[in-house]
Every structure is written in C-alpha cells, then in structure tokens.
Antibody, heavy 129, light 110 residues
C-alpha cells in the first residue's frame, strides 16, 4: 500500500525559498501524477500543483510563478520549492498521489477526472523572521 | 476565495442523514468530475468519493455522491460521532487549468 511522507524545514524566513520533499513508499511513481496541496491556518485546502512521473508539471496560477515541483523517480521522491515566501505561505503542506484523466466528449469538449487518491500526513511550515 | 462554494457548517443528530453541497460553474463542477474528502484535524485528508459518485474500497456506503448541473452533493446517512470532520469537494477547473477545492464544510454530530 502506497504511503507518502513529507519532510523539510518547519520554519522559513520571509523572502526565502520553502523547500519540501515527499518520499513515496510501497509503490512506484511510474504512471502517476503527484501533487502538493496546502492548508493555511483556519482556511481550506489550496491546490499548489502537480508533476507527472515524467517531469511535466502544472501549477496554480494564483501562486504567481513562485512554484517549482520536481521529481526523482530513482529515489521515489518529488519536491516542492516555493520562492519569495511571506507570512501568507504559512500552512500545513500535504503531498498526494493523484488520478488525472481526460477525454473529449461528443461535442469536442474536454472533460477531466481529477482527484487525490493517497495523501501524506502533512507537515507544518511557518514563515517568520 | 475558494473557487467552489460550500456552506461553512452543517449539523445533525446521530443516526440522521445530512447533505453537503458544492456549487461551481460550467468550467469546473458543471463539466468535470467531482471528488469529496474527509479531513479530521491533524490527519491526512481521506478520499471519500471520486468521479461524482464512486467510492474507494473501504469507504462505507453510508457515504454517497451525486451531481446535477453545476452543483454536487455529498450525503451521509446513519451519522456517527466519528463522522465529525471537515468535508471538502474538489475538481479540475478547465479555464484555470488547475485543481480547485471548496472552502470546506464542518460537520457537527450533535
């Protein structure tokens, strides 16, 4: 059974770069999408972005180009880097294994299946000087 | 602001049924498939429903999902105190090219 574990510094200074790693155990990364999601204190879930096992990525445009997600399948890990952090980036950060599929219906409209099937337990990151 | 709209809270007595709604637009809920997650504080969120109504193995049939137009609904029957949690809907937004969630609904079992 696949398990995910987040790791990284719990405290980051403003304007610096937040770096987290997700280690995947009990399964391979091949063929799957892998994502990062966060939950600021007192708020709901926010999707950060995903990476496919082959390295292709998609990021939340609301994060203004500050996000980089990378993958190392040989180590069964993927990583998040969030640059120029502010107090607003304080959150619990989760990694997840996704299911992402799409098809074109009879009208030619793209329809998407997207959900997070397996989640890590999360790691708290605070941004403070 | 969350892209999908959920009521902040809902409550019901043990044994009763509760429904949690999730409202969106044609760019997300209306034309894509919805998932639901249960989140207890301090734990990993758990997938309850995917593809609008499918349940992962191990999720009891007390949990069910449906969708109509740009709204989706999670129903929980036979409420138990252990169901007290935050519930989130999620889907893909075709215009944003991003995953999106609702703001979450806090379920209280009185």
């Amino acid at each position: 059974q696949v398990q995910l574990q987040e790791s990284g510094p719990g405290l980051v200074k403003p304007a610096e770069t937040l770096s987290l790693t997700c280690t995947v155990s009990g399964g391979l990364m091949f063929g799957y999408y892998w994502s990062w999601i966060r939950q600021p204190p007192g708020k709901g879930l926010e999707w950060i972005g995903y990476i496919y096992y082959n390295g292709s990525t998609n990021y939340n445009p609301a994060l203004g180009g500050r996000v980089t997600i990378s993958v190392d399948t040989s180590r069964n890990q993927f990583s998040l880097r969030l640059s120029s952090v502010t107090a607003g980036d304080t959150a619990v950060y989760y990694c997840a294994r996704d299911n992402f599929q799409f098809y074109s219906d009879s009208s030619g409209y793209m329809r998407f299946f997207y959900y997070m099937h397996v989640w890590g337990k999360g790691t708290t990151v605070s941004v403070s000087s | 602001q969350p892209v999908l709209t959920q009521s902040p809270s809902v409550s019901a007595a043990p044994g009763q049924k509760v429904t949690i709604s999730c409202s969106g637009t044609s760019s997300n809920v209306g034309n894509n498939y919805v998932s639901w997650y249960q989140h207890l504080p301090g734990t990993a969120p758990k997938l309850l429903i995917y593809d609008n109504y499918r349940r992962p193995s191990g999720i009891p049939d007390r949990f069910s999902g449906s969708k109509s137009g740009t709204s989706a609904t999670l129903a929980i029957t036979g409420l138990q105190t252990g169901d007290e949690a935050d519930y989130y809907c999620g889907t893909w937004d075709t215009s944003l090219k991003a995953g999106v969630f609702g703001g979450g609904t806090k379920l209280t079992v009185l």
